[in-house]
């Protein structure tokens, strides 16, 4: 069956594949449902998973998730593996945001019990974590100390005071990519840096307080730690300045080096250099470190909101982390891999990229925490600030056809400048408290580009990557309380 255009045929009702043609070296597979699927081809996607799919080096499949959206040369919600030895590694398939990612902080509290210091909480953490462009923290860094960030990554933090052993156990990566060079990254990117880490940012960007109104799979969530009318935090930030301007540097730098290798380049956007050339190793590299003060980043928030409830609820802090308020998990978004996979029946390393996708590993992952192993990863997938979010386990069959995959959250359906252009004159914190969401923004257009509007139907992005495998349902939470950048 064919859909609007030949490009496109149905697999099943959740799978569609644009068949290989000239100059395609794979074919593409987008996960999606057929009453979403006209909307994809409107926004012009299409071309950009074909586009990837004509890279060197890339093995079976250029992948879309649900959620995907056009971005810069790569499709927000693609997903591709290339071959260590031809393949290439590429900027623009990480994304500016370097490790943007979420983090879900779980609490013993029900809403009862924080209802009537909800509007203190949210005030607090507001006050504690700065949110919105070139926002500064309360920290800065000099080059030395920052040197030491990109290189520990979480652990930085939680040597110098902020969190919890705990916190880096229930981390990708234990918030620490091996590999980071602090000297492939340029003064420029420290310097704009400096006073971030521990920041929300602008964009997309946001700290929610939930609560949990469902449980779909009561022996995962035990596992996890949840239960109905359990609060949790959302935390979704990347690495600042840090990791727009490595990618910015480096897609500067490939531009150069290009000629000097046989590359034909489907799009300017896409520039790549081989995974293992001089210049490809020194932005893996670069990108490491950039992951890795990323995972810092969202670490000292972590600590920030500990401080936030402690101050309201008048508590300490070591009674939160050990009763109360702990790292369920924290995954990447934006990020270039080498992992192990299955092709062809061997165990082979690839370079995985995840641009606006996250990783879904299934049980026994030798990768996943010990405490989760028998369940699978936790994946965390955000909503909007007027909609559900979700916690999923990653499956066996997203590791056979994904590459261990899955979305990363709603994507957007309508830009920023038409969100802007079409409801200027709407009060989007009147509308959200009409709901019972306590809104915060560092400003009001900030909040008009991210009204729930602007994004995919969240519920059935959830229920696409459901039904094909990808990851499975296990709690549903629902905004309280939202501070956006």
Not at 225 to 245: D, E, K
Not at 340 to 355: A, S
Not at 468 to 484: H, N, T
Request: hydrophobic letters at 35%; aromatic letters at 8%; a positive charge.
């Amino acid at each position: 069956m064919t859909l609007s255009t030949p490009q496109i045929h149905k697999i099943n009702n959740y799978k569609w594949l644009i068949p290989k043609s000239e100059n395609m070296n794979v074919p593409g597979i987008i996960y999606i449902s057929e009453n979403m699927l006209p909307n994809l081809i409107h926004e012009n996607v299409i071309p950009q998973i074909i586009n990837v799919a004509k890279l060197p080096g890339i093995i079976k499949y250029s992948l879309a998730m649900p959620d995907v959206h056009q971005g810069y040369g790569a499709p927000i919600g693609g997903v591709g593996a290339f071959d260590i030895e031809n393949g290439l590694i590429i900027p623009g398939f990480v994304g500016y945001d370097i490790n943007c990612g979420v983090r879900l902080l779980k609490t013993n509290f029900l809403k009862k019990d924080i209802e009537k210091n909800l509007e203190k909480i949210i005030t607090a953490i507001y006050t504690n974590i700065p949110a919105g462009v070139g926002s500064s923290g309360k920290l800065f860094l000099n080059k030395k100390e920052m040197e030491k960030v990109v290189i520990s990554g979480a652990k930085w933090a939680v040597d110098n005071g902020y969190g919890f052993q705990t916190d880096l156990e229930n981390t990708e990566e234990n918030g620490k990519m091996e590999g980071a060079q602090p000297d492939k990254i340029g003064d420029h990117a420290y310097k704009r840096a400096a006073d971030q880490i521990g920041t929300l940012g602008s964009g997309n960007h946001f700290l929610e307080i939930q609560e949990i109104k469902e449980i779909y799979d009561e022996k995962t969530a035990g596992v996890f730690g949840l239960f109905a009318g359990q609060i949790t935090i959302m935390i979704h930030s990347g690495s600042r300045g840090l990791g727009h301007q490595i990618c910015q540097d480096y897609l500067m730098k490939f531009y150069k080096s290009i000629s000097k290798y046989n590359i034909n380049l489907p799009d300017r956007q896409l520039v790549g250099l081989p995974i293992n050339s001089h210049d490809g190793k020194d932005y893996f590299s670069a990108m490491t470190a950039g992951a890795n003060f990323a995972w810092a980043n969202r670490q000292i928030m972590s600590h920030r909101v500990r401080e936030s409830f402690s101050q309201v609820l008048n508590t300490s802090i070591e009674k939160l982390e050990k009763l109360e308020i702990t790292t369920l998990y924290d995954i990447a978004h934006n990020i270039a891999k080498k992992e192990f996979h299955n092709i062809d029946g061997k165990k082979t390393e690839v370079l995985i990229h995840r641009k606006g996708a996250t990783r879904a590993f299934p049980k026994e992952h030798p990768e996943i925490p010990e405490k989760y192993r028998n369940a699978g990863q936790p994946v965390i997938i955000p909503g909007t600030m007027g909609t559900s979010s979700y916690v999923l386990v990653g499956t066996q069959t997203a590791m056979e056809e994904t590459w261990g995959s899955t979305c990363h959250g709603a994507g957007r359906k309508m830009s920023r400048h038409q969100a802007v252009r079409e409801n200027k004159q709407r009060n989007i914190i009147k509308e959200l408290a009409e709901h019972n969401i306590i809104a915060k923004a560092g400003s009001r257009i900030g909040l008009i580009e991210e009204i729930p509007e602007a994004y995919k139907d969240i519920d059935e992005v959830i229920r696409i990557v459901e039904n094909a495998g990808l990851s499975k349902k296990i709690a549903k939470m629902v905004p309280l309380a939202v501070i956006k950048g």
